[in-house]
C-alpha cells in the first residue's frame, strides 16, 4: 500500500490526503522591499477559517551561504530522509548558477552543496522529485544581479534568462539529461503528478508561455514535449508590441486531475484539466489582475484567445493591481490561494500602483467536478494595511499540508 506523508501529517494514500481537514491557516511570505519603508522582511500568518472572527486577517508577527559558493536561496523542499534541500539561484556576486545546498532537518545545520563536484548546472529555480523514479527535475531561473534592474528586451540577447530543464540522478546526485527549451524559456516552476508512481510532470515557461510534459520514455532516459502554449498579445503602450504570458506558478491537485497556471502580465489564472491523452484541456479561466485591464495605459491591438479586455477587479471596494504570482490549493481543490507580487523591481516597474498601495491574497472558489473557477468576492487579505506600510505579499503554504508541499511515497 502506498504511504504518502504532507509535512508530518501520514496518510494511507494520495486520495486520502484530499479528505484532510480543511486548511484553517496559512502562512505568506511578505517583503518591504522597494516600498520606501525601512522594516525587514516578515511570515505573516492568515486566518482561512470563514466561522472565525479574524477571517481574512494578518496577524503582526540567514545566513548567507558563501561556504557553498551560492548567495540567492530559493525554493526549499524535504528530503527522504528527514534533511531540507534548497535551490539556488545565483553565487554571492549574483550571476546565475543552479545546484542546490542541504541543511539538516532537524539543526539547520549547513551541510553543504548537495551535487556532485561536477559542477552545477549554469542557472537555477524550483525542483521537484520522486524517489521511486530516483530522479530529481530542475528548472532554470534568471541571473540575480540582473533581474534586480527591472525587465528590458534586451535581457534575452544577454543571456539573463535560464533556458534549460535539469534531470538528476536523486540517489547519486549527478546530472544526467539537459533539455534546452529556447532563449526566450525562462522554465520556472516544475511539479510532477503527486501519485508515487507516475513518471511524469509539467514545467511551465514564463517568457514563452509555454508548459511542457516531461515523462520517462524508457530505461532512466526522459523526453518533454510541448502540451500547451498561451499566445503573446500585440500590443500599445507598453515596452515591447508583444505582451509575452508570463507563467509564474503551476500547480497541480493532489487528485492529478487539474493543473493550474497564473499569468502574472495578462491577469489570468487557468485551470487545464489533465486527460490521459497527455493534452491538458482549458476548462477555467479567471481574471485578477493583469496589465492588459480595461482603461489602463495598454491598448490590446490583436488577442487570439480574448475578444475585449477584461475589466479591473474590485473586492470589498478595493481596486486589486498586479497580476497573480504564487498560487497555493487546498488538499481538497476547492479553494485555490492567490498573492500577486512577483519580484519588488518588477512590480515596481510594471505595477506601480500594487507598490504604493500593497498586495493582495485572493481566494478562488473551484468547482471540482465540471472545471471552473470563480473570485470569491466574501475574501480579502489587504496587505496595504500593515501596521508599518504597504507590503508585498509571495508564497503561501498551510502548515497541515498543501498541494506543493513533497508528497514522499
Known sequence: MDRCRVQCYEYPTCPDAVKAPREEV??????YRETCIDQPDFLATIDLNPRSPCYGQTIEPVDVFWKCNKGYLNIPRSLPNGDILIANLGDPSGNSKGGFIVLDGETFELKG?????????????????????????????????????????????????GRRLNVWNLSCHSLTQCFDLGEDSLPLSV??????????GYVSCALSGIVYRFYKCEANNWAVEEVIRIPAKDVTGWIMPKMPAFTVDLIISMDDRYLYLSNWLHGDIRQYELSKTCKPRLVGQVFVGGSILRGGPVAVCRDEELKCQPEPLVIKCKRVYGGPSKMQLSVDGKRLYVTN????????????????????MLQIDVDTEQGGLTVNKNFLVDFGKEPNGPCLAHDIHFPCGDSTTDILA
Open 341 to 360: 507580487s512577483l519580484y519588488s523591481t518588477w512590480d515596481k516597474q510594471f505595477y506601480p500602483n500594487l507598490v504604493k498601495e500593497g498586495s493582495v
Open 113 to 161: 552543496n548537495w551535487e556532485n563536484e561536477c559542477g552545477s548546472p549554469p542557472s537555477g529555480y524550483d525542483f521537484c522529485y520522486k524517489p521511486r523514479h530516483n530522479v530529481l527535475v530542475s528548472s532554470a531561473g534568471a541571473a540575480p544581479k540582473y533581474v534586480g534592474y527591472g525587465f528590458g528586451p534586451d535581457d534575452f540577447k544577454k543571456g539573463v534568462f
Open 26 to 31: 496559512a502562512y505568506v511570505t511578505c517583503t
Open 191 to 200: 511539479k510532477f503528478l503527486h501519485n508515487p508512481d507516475a513518471a511524469e
